[in-house]
């Protein structure tokens, strides 16, 4: 039997690794980025058409390489930044496994231009499926400009799993952000299809969180900074009033290097304990610094994932260092004994013997239930009012008309409380009735205006009227949506919406469905759009610019969690926000509505997240639970 193990070529073996190095257009452009920034460079460009996927450019002003490391560059293992496997605990750049620009070759055409400062002539490599196509010299400006084209050309399995070029656009900008802010002191730009989406001049910290994420992020910023001799902390944290409910403005950086670790994220939310709006997530920009001797980076080839010598005690600071910032700025309450000396001046020190007990006198006559006879003074007041009544010619017994009138309308009033209790649906969170009155309507019960009890013949049902009202809206902007029927109310003045970078362009992913839905949205800039007009059933008194955000950010969400198709999660994410919320007092005939509705829909037992939306309990529960002994 002949031998069956054999060498992979040099080809195939670079598109298995590109397979893990290179997952989508983004992680091409995180690649090329940080070997830029390990260059030197402190001006970066990076040029994206159609997402990516037909070019993806990098200019930059570093050192450039000599004609044998721009061929050298794209083998295998072959990187400048370590020599050693003991270089592996002393790294400080962002790249050290010498496989991205072989494997990025592998799957693309690529084209590399490039030029030391002090050569007079740079080269210029074509490489296509990591095959050399041509390398010549040429005169170049100092620097290296390389252009990914066509990527997955040759494996077209990978690119047809691709997603639309807005979600591509949205990956290589949570890229683009990510690296920007680990390195405020450069110049980035961004440029896609010819339109600058990005112009961030080296700037401080703050100034780049402002200028990636918009101007109303300036008041929600809490400083953060400690320095121990485990780790050095410094950055920013949102306020909790402005946190999300979807995840993604969450940013670690060990050493200047994005990282995701729940662990550490998990010491953050643990620092926000009690003071955090239920599911939401708050943002913060925390860089940590570390002896890199302490670190294990070589864990996953993305590099985004760290192993820590001691997680224990950087969970610990991590956590007090976040929780002594919100207490300094006043965003959560603490108590400081040093200041608190209001107290002290209260006491006053008196020797033993000038210290007198108090002295309590009372009349041991007095009786509470004894009509006491009224002072001389009240006596002459008496007089003197009498005298005005014979004046007057107002009856002596006149103060017992008041006596009679207040009995009667105390009498009125219990009589209409009883009334109320037995025949009509309260309005304060208690209870409102559930049975027919005289005219035949049918009366309903809501309790603590968050359930409606409707009573029918074997017991009564318990429905939850947010997940009823919920549900009754998805199914009708499901509707809208196939039929393109919606309908929209004009506001009285338009407003303007400013989003971030990632935001907008999935604004103009979804711009055709949410005017479907009866929101008149137009673009006005680059990342600012205009607010015409809402959908008419959302009622008066809506916030157009928070409604927006809140879509925005519920769709995003569903697409993480859910993976649902776009229509479906838009109209999720709208009847989520438009539905009455619990303590949302209801009267009968709105009760009875919303019942009618419900049970008009295809599915009005099960809630849009999987849950019932009507609970019966018949009376033969009821008898089992008072029978129990």
């Known amino acids: 039997m002949s031998d069956i193990i054999q060498l992979l070529p040099d080809s195939v073996a670079n598109q298995i690794a590109a397979g893990e190095v290179v997952q989508r257009p983004a992680s091409a452009v995180k690649e090329l980025i940080e070997n830029a920034i390990d260059a030197g460079a402190d001006k970066i460009k990076l040029i994206v058409k159609d997402a990516g996927k037909s070019l993806i450019q990098i200019i930059d002003n570093g050192c450039g390489m000599s004609i044998t490391d721009a061929r050298l560059c794209f083998e295998r293992h072959a ?32 084209e590399l231009k490039t030029k030391r400062v002090e050569d007079e002539l740079g080269t210029i490599i074509e490489i296509e499926g990591s095959k050399v196509i041509s390398q010549q010299p040429e005169a170049l400006p100092g620097g290296t400009s390389i252009s990914v084209k066509n990527l997955f050309y040759n494996i077209p399995a990978r690119r047809n799993f691709l997603k639309s070029n807005s979600v591509e656009m949205r990956h290589i900008i949570d890229e683009f952000q990510r690296i920007a802010l680990a390195h405020p002191n450069l110049f980035f730009s961004l440029h896609s299809d010819g339109n600058e989406l990005f112009h961030l001049p080296a700037e401080t910290l703050k100034q780049r969180i402002v200028h990636l994420f918009g101007n109303n992020y300036n008041q929600r910023l809490v400083p953060v900074e400690e320095d121990t001799t485990i780790i050095t902390v410094n950055g920013f944290i949102g306020k909790p009033e402005f946190a999300k409910k979807t995840r993604g403005e969450q940013f670690f950086f060990v050493n200047k290097r994005f990282v995701k670790d729940p662990y550490l994220h998990h010491a953050v939310m643990n620092a926000y304990e009690d003071i955090l709006p239920a599911d939401t997530y708050p943002l913060y920009v925390l860089f940590i610094e570390i002896d890199p001797s302490k670190i294990d980076i070589n864990v996953h080839p993305t590099k985004t ?30 108590l400081d004994f040093n200041q608190e000396t209001s ?12 210290i007198q007990a108090p002295t309590i006198s009372f009349n041991p006559n007095f009786n509470p239930f004894e009509d006491t006879k009224s002072s001389s ?26 006596q009679i009138t207040q009995r009667e309308t105390a009498e009125q009033l219990a009589l209409h409380e009883e009334e109320q209790t037995f025949s009509s649906p309260s309005t304060t969170g208690g209870a409102s009735s559930s049975r027919t009155s005289q005219d035949g309507v049918k009366q309903f019960y809501q309790l603590h205006n968050r359930f409606i009890i409707s009573q029918i013949h074997s017991g009564f049902m318990l429905i939850d009227q947010q997940a009823a009202h919920e549900r009754i809206l998805f199914e009708h902007y499901m509707e809208q949506l196939e039929h393109n029927q919606g309908s929209s109310q004009q506001s009285l003045f338009p407003q303007t919406v400013e ?3 990632a935001d907008c362009a999935l604004m103009e992913d979804i711009l055709t469905e949410i005017q479907t839905l009866g929101f008149q949205v137009r ?5 600012t759009f205009i607010v015409d007009g809402i959908p008419a059933d959302l009622g008066q008194g809506i916030n157009e610019t928070k409604i927006l955000e809140q879509l925005l950010e519920d769709f995003k969400n569903n697409k993480d969690e859910l993976q649902l198709n776009k229509r479906e999660n838009l109209a999720r994410s709208l009847a989520k926000n438009a539905a009455i919320k619990p303590g949302t007092a209801l009267d009968n005939q709105e009760m009875a509505e919303l019942i009618d509705k419900l049970f008009a829909t295809r599915s009005p037992s099960i809630s849009l997240h999987g849950r019932p939306i009507v609970v019966t309990i018949t009376l033969q529960e009821l008898m089992e639970r008072f029978n129990k002994n």
């Open 305 to 334: 994932e760290i192993k820590y010598e001691d997680d224990k005690a950087m969970y610990a600071i991590l956590r007090s260092t976040v929780k002594r910032s919100l207490g300094r700025y006043n965003i959560a309450p603490t």
């Open 343 to 354: 107290f002290n001046n209260l006491i006053t020190n008196k020797p033993l013997e000038e």
């Open 499 to 501: 989003l971030s970078a």
């Open 377 to 402: 003074s009240s006596s002459r007041t008496s007089n003197y009012a009498a005298g005005l009544e014979k004046k007057a010619g107002i009856p002596q017994n006149w103060d017992s008309l008041y």
């Open 523 to 527: 673009p006005s800039g680059k990342t």
């Open 79 to 110: 990187t400048s930044k370590i020599r050693q496997a003991e270089d592996l605990f002393a790294i400080r750049t962002m790249g050290f496994r010498g496989e991205a620009l072989a494997s990025i070759a592998a799957i693309a055409q690529v």
